[in-house]
C-alpha cells in the first residue's frame, strides 16, 4: 500500500506529457489485481461506526434513510469501486491476452476473493443495515431488492470471468494437442512412414 500523500504532493507530469505519478508512489504489481478480505473488513468497520453514529444523532423517523444511503455506500464503495473494478480488468485483460500461468493464478486468487467480499458486503447488508431499517418496511423491502440485484450482477461477472478463463484454458489444451498431433504427423512423412 502506497503512503498518504498530502494535497501538496500533487501529481507531476512527465515531459512527454505521458501520465501522472505521485512522489514516493510504488509501482503496481500483479498482487494487487486481487482485492483484500483484511482491507474490505477495514471498510465495513469504518461502516459500522457510521451506523452507529447515525444511530445515535439521528431521530428514529431519518434512521431507515441513513441505513439505505449507507447500504448505497457499501456497494458503491466495496463493491462497484473494488471488487467489479478488479473483476472488470482481469475480464478486459484475459480477452486481451493469452492466458498465462501469472494470469492464471490471478484469476484463481481473484475469484474467491470477490466471493468473499461479495458475502462480507451481503452479511453486512442482511445483520447490520437491515436491522437498521427495521422500522420501515418499505424501506427494508427497497434495500433487500438492490442489495439482491446488486448480488446477481456481480455473481454473473464472476461466472463470466470463470467462463471466459475455463473457454482458453481448453483453446490451449485444443491447440498443443493440434500441436502434438501435427508434429507425428511430420515425423512420419520424414521418415517416409504412413
Known amino acids: 500500500m502506497a503512503e ?5 504532493a500533487a501529481p507531476q507530469r512527465t515531459s512527454t506529457g505521458g501520465t501522472a505519478s505521485y512522489p514516493g508512489s510504488m509501482d503496481a504489481t500483479e498482487a494487487d489485481a486481487v ?3 483484511d482491507d474490505a473488513r477495514l471498510f465495513v468497520g469504518w461502516l459500522s461506526e457510521s451506523v452507529a453514529r447515525a444511530a445515535q444523532l439521528s431521530s428514529k423517523i431519518e434512521i431507515p434513510q441513513y441505513a439505505k ?3 448505497l455506500v457499501l456497494i458503491e464503495s466495496l463493491g462497484s469501486l473494488y471488487i467489479e473494478v478488479a473483476l472488470d480488468h482481469t475480464t478486459d485483460r484475459l480477452a486481451q491476452e493469452k492466458i498465462s500461468d501469472t494470469l ?3 484469476i484463481d486468487r481473484l475469484l474467491p476473493a470477490c466471493t468473499d467480499i461479495l458475502q462480507l458486503i ?4 442482511n445483520k447490520l443495515l437491515m436491522e437498521l431499517a427495521a422500522d420501515s ?3 427494508r423491502k427497497e434495500m433487500s431488492q438492490v ?3 446488486y448480488v446477481a450482477a456481480v455473481e454473473r461477472k464472476i461466472k463470466t470471468l470463470e467462463t471466459a478463463k475455463a473457454a482458453q484454458q481448453a483453446a490451449l489444451a485444443s491447440a498443443s494437442l493440434h500441436a502434438g498431433g501435427g508434429s507425428k504427423r511430420r515425423w512420419k ?6
Not at 4 to 8: E, F, N, T
Not at 122 to 125: G, L, Q, V
Not at 189 to 194: A, E, F, W
Request: hydrophobic share 30%; proline share 7%; glycine share 6%.
Open 4 to 8: 498518504y500523500q498530502p494535497a501538496s
Open 35 to 37: 482485492p483484500s478480505l
Open 69 to 71: 444511503d449507507l447500504l
Open 104 to 106: 492464471s493464478d490471478t
Open 122 to 125: 451481503s452479511n453486512t447488508a
Open 137 to 139: 418496511s418499505a424501506t
Open 147 to 149: 442489495l439482491m440485484d
Open 189 to 194: 512423412n520424414l521418415r517416409g512412414g504412413n
